[in-house]
């Protein structure tokens, strides 16, 4: 008869030959204890491995589309349409939104296309980004992301304009302001922070504007900033533009960052959708569980680098 530790002791031993768990379970074991959707995508950009979870799944982008939107004003600026210094005068119907900065500030002043790109990424004005999408257009956006190979991403119209679609009716309906994958948005990181954006020069601009982020509440927040880490990141944040079975408006929460340091470089995007959470505070379950998963992310990369 077979004693119960030798019924066992077969299982143990597969288990313990198995190893640990692969970074790919390790986040999707986090994102399932998420209570609401989550995709994300990463890509080591030394050795082009790829952790990816729901990754060609869209997503609501929320204000992770204004990546894009300066991708283009960069872009204009190098065929001659565009000039970083032209000025841009702030009327008081271009506010849109709740104040961040241009909505608090007096109707009549001047401020230069490169403002608007600092204003729009590092603290997400959305009155900057709408100056912007004006001057560049939403199917130039749209148009230049195709040209990248990026066919899912999409910016819809501008901002706090719901049910204003410039493109695409039928998905501004369902995602609002832009959508996306979390692959595609990792690859366009990536090609910013490969140089194959514009210019080396140009990408190198991005990348320092990214850098200046001010929230960093996701990506950033687990990392081990003091040995040496950069991140040039761009979140967002919205509600779903239609309500669940029980006419709630659930919650989405995205980040999209490069992350460089010694011997590693790598971009990650982290998307999230029908979040339960309804706080605004640092302790909103999604931003929880994106900082989780950019810390499995980072430790398996730093285990691999060269």
Avoid at 2 to 10: D, G, S, V, Y
Avoid at 14 to 38: I, N, T
Avoid at 77 to 89: F, M, Y
Avoid at 225 to 237: F, I, P, S
Wanted: proline share 4%; with cysteine.
């Amino acid at each position: 008869m077979w004693h119960r530790t030798e019924l066992f002791l077969p299982l143990f031993l597969a288990a313990a030959l198995a190893g640990p768990p692969s970074v790919q379970d390790q986040v999707a074991e986090r994102a399932r204890a998420f209570k609401g959707v989550l995709g994300a995508a990463a890509k080591n950009l030394a050795t082009g491995e790829w952790v990816l979870l729901n990754a060609d799944t869209r997503f609501p982008t929320a204000s992770t589309i204004k990546t894009a939107v300066m991708v283009e004003v960069f872009h204009q600026i190098a065929e001659g349409r565009l000039k970083d210094d032209t000025l841009v005068t702030l009327t008081d119907a271009a506010k849109v939104g709740e104040p961040v900065v241009l909505n608090g500030l007096h109707a009549g002043l001047q401020l230069t296309v490169g403002d608007l790109v600092r204003l729009m990424i590092t603290v997400s004005d959305n009155t900057a980004t709408n100056l912007l999408i004006e001057r560049v257009g939403t199917a130039a956006v749209d148009q230049r992301l195709s040209s990248y190979g990026l066919t899912a991403t999409r910016l819809h119209r501008p901002t706090f304009r719901d049910g204003k679609p410039e493109v695409d009716p039928e998905g501004e309906r369902e995602f609002g302001l832009g959508v996306s994958t979390p692959r595609e948005m990792a690859r366009l990181l990536e090609l910013i922070a490969d140089g194959r954006v514009v210019s080396r020069s140009a990408c190198d601009a991005m990348i320092a504007i990214l850098r200046e982020q001010h929230d960093r509440a996701m990506i950033p927040r687990l990392l081990p900033l003091e040995d040496g880490l950069l991140v040039a990141n761009k979140t967002g944040e919205d509600l779903e533009k239609q309500p669940d079975a029980r006419g709630v408006h659930r919650y989405v929460r995205a980040d999209a960052a490069i992350v460089e340091g010694p011997g590693l470089r790598y971009v990650l995007a982290i998307f999230t959708r029908q979040g339960e959470d309804a706080r605004a505070s640092v302790d909103n379950g999604a931003l929880l569980a994106g900082a989780e998963i950019a810390r499995l992310v980072h430790e398996h990369f730093a285990r691999a680098r060269r």
